[in-house]
């Protein structure tokens, strides 16, 4: 074919260097990734597509997540391959196996770019190369004289608690999360930040702030299309998402601001500086270790990440005290055992004492973990079980499937709390329960 002079109009240029353009981009990313291409196809698991990856087994969304999720761990374990957008995941089922990756492991996987919006730079969505001396240091206020030493504030938002459902929510229908989430934000902002929560009358709409975003986030996860920025504030919930971030850095800086007037009032001493805000407030000003931004993502972190799982956990161990009820009268004899049938405010050697109710709890968290799965980067190759595992995967760990899996709980699907008595506990490999996940990286309030 004969191209002849005039065909070169500038627009020919114009759209024949935006294809170049975009093929040499489209080679770039797909040569940069051609180790995960190639150590995917050695690993089995269900079909992917490009760009938005394994979406048939989750078509019908979040409502077969967890099913799908589980079979899929199932079916290919103890190693098997996920593509969640254009992002490839590797799930992880066997023990041994978790906790040496989660051991190696210690970078947040991809989805939690997706957090960011919210939580910045805070602990749980840092990149390692900080998480590890803010993790350092914010251990410090997270030990167990410290915690003993809150022991009033539980028990003042408990009987708060207590007299609230008696009095407005006897004999009818409630969603009891409202009433945890009111309590464990309370008790936050009294622990942690050490202000006073009487003062804060926004703590449900904040609580609901929380669990709106987590939803959405959760949604984009699920649903490889809005995985771009993009497309996710053109046409998914981006703005929303933002809206809600927008007001929970809100009331985080204003507790942030009343602390600081707090510490001002008074007195240096020892103690000016032992709860979790007046440390960062103090690691800010005085020695640089976190920026005045970067603090506000911490404390709003710590407030979601220490709020809505307790206040989750809690409506999760009442429905259950609430279905069982074999489980409910046990759990009540334990109280008469400790109270009798005195009125008198509990002490921390009670609370020691609430053995089986301990395993209520534990077992609760067994059938419904906060975190259902737990995604880590892999930022160098490993190897497992003769399996390459390229760098710039994501590890997948189907912490669900892990809790109802009946080679370490018979009948995994019953309720059974006795599963945590010592001697239980003692016939079972240490991580087939992980609902704090697995250290360093595991939950500072655990
Ligand atoms: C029932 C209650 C709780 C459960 C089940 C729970 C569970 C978890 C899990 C599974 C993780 C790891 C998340 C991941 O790897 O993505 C985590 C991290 C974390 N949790 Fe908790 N948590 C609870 C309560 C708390 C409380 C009360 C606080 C603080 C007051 C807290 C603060 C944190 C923080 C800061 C992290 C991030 C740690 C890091 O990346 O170094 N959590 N939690």
Redesign the pocket.
Known sequence: MKILAEDFTIGNLLLTSLLLFVVGFVIKYFWKRRRIYYYSTKIEGPFGLPFVGTIHPFIKGKDVYFTKTMELAEKYAPIGKIWLGSHFYVMISEIEDVENLMKRCLA?GQM?EFLKPGLGHG??T?KLST?GIH?KILNQTFNQTILNSYFDIFLKHSNSLIIDLKENYANIQTDIFKQYGDCTFKT?CDT?FGVDSSEWNQQYECMMWMAQGMALVGYRFLNPLYHSDIVWNLFGSGKAVHELCTKGYAVVRQIVSTKKQLLENENSGDTKYKDFLSCLIKLTEEENKWSNEEMVEETL??MI??SD??AV?LSFTTIMLAMHQDVQRRAYKEMLDIFGNNTREPTLDDLNRMDYLECVIKET?RLF???PV??RKVLEDVIIRDTMIPEGSNLFIPVHYIHRNSKYWPNPLKFDPDRFKPEEVEKRPRYCYL???IPP??????
């Not at 990286?441 to 655990?446: A, L, P, Q, T, V």
């Open positions: 947040k939690y602990i749980l840092a998480w993790r936050i942690c972190t710590m990440a220490g799982t307790t956990t968290m973990p906060i975190a737990l995604i609902p704090f996940s990286r595991n939950c500072i309030g655990y």
